[in-house]
Structures are given as C-alpha cells and as structure tokens.
Nanobody, 121 residues
Framework: QVQLVESGGGLVQAGGSLRLSCAASGRIYRIYDMGWYRQPPGKQRDLVAAITDGGSTNYADSVKGRFNISRDNAKNTVYLQMNSLKPEDTAVYYC???????????????WGQGTQVTVSS
C-alpha cells in the first residue's frame, strides 16, 4: 500500500503564504500523477492543482497565478506553494497520488488524511 503524509497547513492572514507538502511511502513501483484537492465546509472536494510525472501542470481557475505545484521525484513528494491567500481558500486540503505497486500492477489513486488551511480576513 501507499501512505501519504501531509504537512504545512495552518492559520494565515489574507495575503499570506503557506507551503503544503505530501510525502508518499510504501511499496511504490511508480508514481504517475500527483495533485492537491480541497474541500471547504459543506462543499464538495475539488481539484486545486495537479502535476504529471512528466512535469505538466493543471490548475483550477481560482488559483491560477497564486498557487504553484511542484514535485521531487527522488523524494516521492509533491508541494503546493500558496501565495496571496484569500479567505475563500479556506478548506481541508487533500493530497492525491496515482501510483502502481509493481510492473504488472495497474495504477490506483491514494489519498492523504487532509490538512486544514484557514485564511482569516
């Protein structure tokens, strides 16, 4: 199995910055896509940003120009640098990784436990 450990959430004032990290461990053969989702209170979980194993990125329109996703393949870690934070960015942020456990194994999606980001006005 794959374990994902997230860190970096917290409370920040509007206009501030936070950096989220998500480290994957376990019997990993290969990691494909890595990404971040968020779920505000009472709302659905939506994609924030994703990065492929080739380095291509995709962002939600609401965070373009403010957030940056990156990955360190040697450390099996994905990062989300969040700048110019707004109160509407407040949510639980979840790491998502698509990985395979062997050459002949299919890929599966794994989720982190979530980390709270709260932006005060």
């Amino acid at each position: 199995q794959v374990q994902l450990v997230e860190s970096g959430g917290g409370l920040v004032q509007a206009g501030g910055s936070l950096r989220l990290s998500c480290a994957a461990s376990g019997r990993i053969y290969r990691i494909y896509d890595m990404g971040w989702y968020r779920q505000p209170p009472g709302k659905q979980r939506d994609l924030v940003a994703a990065i492929t194993d080739g380095g291509s990125t995709n962002y939600a329109d609401s965070v373009k120009g403010r957030f940056n996703i990156s990955r360190d393949n040697a450390k099996n870690t994905v990062y989300l640098q969040m700048n110019s934070l707004k109160p509407e960015d407040t949510a639980v942020y979840y790491c998502n990784v698509r990985a395979s456990l062997g050459y002949y194994s299919g890929s599966h999606a794994y989720w982190g436990q979530g980390t709270q980001v709260t932006v005060s006005s």
